[in-house]
């Protein structure tokens, strides 16, 4: 079966600093990668995803995300954080073919310091 | 984007009684709704699947009659947590896609505590 580890469980930056959150995953044949976010008292919501095509992939809010398949990795960026997007973050794959269940890593609190 | 919500979003119970989450989607009709369950500072794991009209696809290890999942319409879906006990106090959440791209919507969560 497959898994998702998202190896930083907390992380804190002060405002403009960049930012990465790693995800990896295991397993072996073609996947959808997902990035949710979860607002503090909000529901999670779609930040971007990774179907196929062009592996950067560029979502709402200035993120990205680049899948190297060589790596099995999803890494999430953004160039200059701000003090709004404290929130978690969550990977998620889905492996095609199999339905559309996700499977989610553990999560990444991120803090934005002013 | 589309919105489901899941009521109710807090319920207090005692051990033994029966508790049912609601999850809507409330401007598409959902085709495959999806019921996860989160423990504090762990992910998001799934529990079933949910097709309206027909029976819910369990996860291993998720016991079907203890939650009990109707999916009677393509715009609700329902957990019913039977006798509950307090190692079900837990965050539920449902999610909805309506799409052959199947980006799945996420209700807002349930906080479940079982006394």
């Known amino acids: 079966a497959q898994s998702v580890s998202q190896h930083n469980h907390h992380v804190i930056l002060s405002e403009a600093a960049s930012l990465e959150l790693g995800c990896n995953y295991s397993y072996g044949g073609t996947v959808n990668l997902f990035w949710y976010v979860q607002y503090p008292g909000q529901h999670l919501q779609l930040l971007l995803k990774y179907f196929s095509g062009d592996p950067l992939v560029k979502g709402i809010k200035g993120f990205e995300a680049e899948f190297i398949k060589s790596k099995f990795s999803f890494n999430l960026r953004k160039p200059s954080v701000q003090w709004s997007d404290t929130a978690e973050y969550f990977c998620?794959?889905?492996?095609?073919?199999?339905?559309?269940?996700?499977?989610f890593g553990t999560g990444t609190q991120l803090k934005v310091e002013l | 984007g589309a919105v489901v919500s899941q009521h109710p979003s807090r319920v207090i119970c005692k051990s033994g009684t029966s508790v049912k989450i609601e999850c809507r989607s409330l401007d598409f009709q959902a085709t495959t709704m999806f019921w996860y369950r989160q423990f504090p500072k762990q992910s998001l794991m799934l529990m079933a699947t949910?097709?309206?009209?027909?029976?819910?696809?369990?996860e291993q290890g998720v016991e079907k009659d203890k939650f009990l999942i109707n999916h009677a319409s393509l715009t609700l879906s329902t957990l019913t947590v039977t006798s509950a006990h307090p190692e079900d106090s837990s965050f539920y959440i449902c999610?909805?896609?309506?799409?052959?791209?199947?980006?799945?919507?996420f209700g807002p969560g349930t906080r479940l505590l079982v006394l």
């Open positions: 999610s909805a896609i309506f799409d052959r791209v199947e980006t799945q919507y």
């Open positions: 998620a794959v889905r492996v095609t073919g199999g339905g559309n269940k996700l499977t």
């Open positions: 949910s097709n309206e009209g027909s029976k819910a696809t369990y």
